[in-house]
């Protein structure tokens, strides 16, 4: 099934449009509730369910763009063509360079009947990359699975209030459960990371056997089951990082977020570098308080990871933050460079990336880019050089 819809409608606008009529289009980044369907495009965007529905690229059937040199489309709205270069999937990406994106045809499919939330907990975050890793090489990887290091786990904790009307009682309870984790099965607390899952399809039996496997796989890992409620919770914990955002500010705590693509043998050791990096600017620029640095597996693939990154740094009494905030970026970037990491994963290059590009993509892509953008716009309407270094200046 496919559906024409015109770019400027945003995702959860689009979701609920769809849902209406028994379809999805299972694309949600954390950013649907104000990103559009044209900006997936412009960024070549990734979703949090892209295990079962794909990343952008994967949906889209055919792109109408609006350029200076006059509408650029495929006639046939087929799934697959052979008819040189795809023009399509170099929009996807473009950073609003080339053009407007007015149309897309999207691929979508019927509204999953079954929906199922887990969780797991593993004694360090090793132990998680290892259990990721087996079930993306299994083939039975979820629409949904991230890893939450020690960090966003300890700070999903600290947010969570309870379901229920009986403090008392679920302070019992928590202090149950910790007490199994930590004296019986010995996971450290400042150690110890969390995976949540969620599970879609149109059977009941076979969301069964696929979560019983991601259970079992888990296990064979050190990993315990953390329920359904936990899955639920830490899902939705994304949504509510960027509101945080805007409330700290008022509190002198700037805090940003971005990510990369890394091959599974560099995860770790990426994730150790960029910690490293954030907390020696910030010592350097004599921060009073460490910054709060937290990381996750947000998308897996058989040959590497989507690698998330919040941090916060406290600039209360620090000269110049937005330079200290420029120079904690440098250092994360250099970090991800260093260990063989993509400049980003589904973000894009934009303005603070740019002089890093011709070294990711070589300086001939650059040139190609450049060319594309000399036929569609060569009078340079679209001004904002994105993906260009020769011609931005960064203020």
Known sequence: MTAVIEAGITGLDLHERLRHRGLTLGHEPDSWEFS???GWIATRASGMKKNTY???????????????????????????????????????????????????????????????????????????????????????????LRLLDNTQFQLGQALKTSSTTNKFTAGVIDFAKKTYVTKIRGFDVDEMCAATVLLEGTSQQKVAEQQKRIQTIAKRHE?????????????????????????????????????????????RQLITDIKLAINSV????????????????????????????????????????????RETELAAVDAIVRNGGALSHHHGVGKHRLAWLPAAISPPAIAAIQGIKSALDPTNVFAVTNLQPNKHVEN
């Open 36 to 38: 559009t369907l044209g």
């Open 54 to 144: 794909g990343n952008i690229e994967d949906l889209v059937v055919n792109i109408t763009t609006v350029t200076p040199q006059g509408t650029m489309q495929r006639a046939a709205n087929v799934p697959r063509a052979a008819l040189g270069p795809d023009m399509n999937n170099a929009m996807m990406g473009s950073e609003g360079i080339f053009g407007v994106h007015t149309l897309v045809t999207l691929r979508l499919r019927e509204f999953p009947t079954v929906q199922v939330y887990d969780s797991l907990i593993f004694p360090s975050l090793e132990h998680g990359l290892a259990a990721l890793k087996e079930i993306t090489r299994a083939g039975c990887e979820p629409a949904s």
């Open 223 to 267: 990993g315990m089951v953390g329920g359904e409620e936990n899955g639920k919770r830490g899902y939705f914990f994304t949504y509510i990082i960027a509101y945080l955002r805007d409330f700290a500010l008022d509190y002198y705590f700037m805090s940003e977020s971005f990510e990369t693509c890394v091959p599974w043998t560099n995860a």
């Open 282 to 325: 910030a010592a350097k620029r004599n921060v009073k308080i460490p910054p709060l640095i937290a990381c996750r597996i947000s998308q897996v693939y058989d040959t590497g990871v989507c690698v998330y990154v919040y941090y916060g740094i406290n600039y209360f009494r620090v000269d110049e933050p937005i330079t200290l905030f």
